[in-house]
């Protein structure tokens, strides 16, 4: 009887009978706001992929070259709410936001995201999961240089990261543990970073890392993972 309930524990666990998560790097998107900045930035005529029952949308905003103290009050898709994930906020308001919405309707869509003061630029960064819990596994920040933590993930799961940059030049960025997806400038010296990866087996306490060629003293490093259904 134990080996029967062992295999009952593997099956619901994202073993054998559970179809893995697929996931999909559908928007790499940069706003040099510049001006007086705004409070609400808006992302619009953004893919998203495939419209079916399951999709998750999962979207990393960041933002830089703000005011101090700021963070974000909400994001919406499509004018639906989205749920906030995990945020960063490092100095200079170097902000990384990741937020998920079960969106069933639409494949290009616009994107908004609201802060508590103005900002100047903002990247977005959008995932379309499939066959994923709505329900995040594990998250986790990090302002440091590298930035790096560690990050639960069950069997047949998928991460997601995203990183900002403000140093003495515009930095690029290096994974390890996750591929990356985009790797550009937002505005001035302020740069971005999205990675992800699918996982087959289950991973307790897997490091993320990312390392930046210009760190500077403001940044920030947003982590999220997801499980299959």
């Avoid at 639906?80 to 290009?108: F, H, Q, R």
């Avoid at 594990?138 to 993930?153: K, V």
């Avoid at 010296?189 to 490091?207: G, P, R």
């Avoid at 890392?209 to 999220?224: C, E, I, K, L, N």
Wanted: with cysteine; net charge negative.
């Amino acid at each position: 009887m134990a080996n029967f309930y062992g295999s009952l524990t593997g099956f619901f666990a994202g073993g054998v009978g559970v179809t893995p998560v697929s996931i999909s790097n559908t928007v790499n998107n940069y706003r040099d706001i510049g001006g007086s900045g705004e409070t609400t930035v808006t992302h619009s005529s953004m893919s998203v992929g495939s419209a079916t029952s399951d999709r998750l949308i999962v979207a990393a905003f960041c933002i830089s070259g703000g005011q101090a103290n700021s963070s974000s009050s909400g994001a919406t898709v499509d004018g639906n709410a989205m749920t906030k994930i995990v945020e960063t906020v490092g100095g200079d308001a170097n902000i990384t936001s990741i937020y998920s919405y079960n969106l069933t309707s639409g494949t290009s869509v616009a994107f908004t995201v609201s802060y508590s003061l103005a900002v100047y630029g903002s990247s977005l960064n959008v995932w379309a999961l499939y066959d994923a819990n709505h329900t995040m596994t594990d998250s986790f920040s990090s302002t440091a240089e590298p930035g790096t933590g560690t990050l639960d993930i069950e069997a047949g799961g998928a991460a997601v990261a995203v990183a900002v940059t403000s140093g003495v030049d515009v930095s690029t960025h290096a994974w390890t543990g996750l591929t990356e997806d985009a790797d550009a400038q937002i505005r001035g010296l302020i740069s971005s970073s999205a990675a992800s990866k699918t996982f087959a087996s289950e991973e307790t306490d897997y490091t993320v890392t990312v390392a930046r060629t210009y760190p500077g003293s403001d940044r920030s490093m947003s982590v999220a993972s997801f499980g299959p259904a």
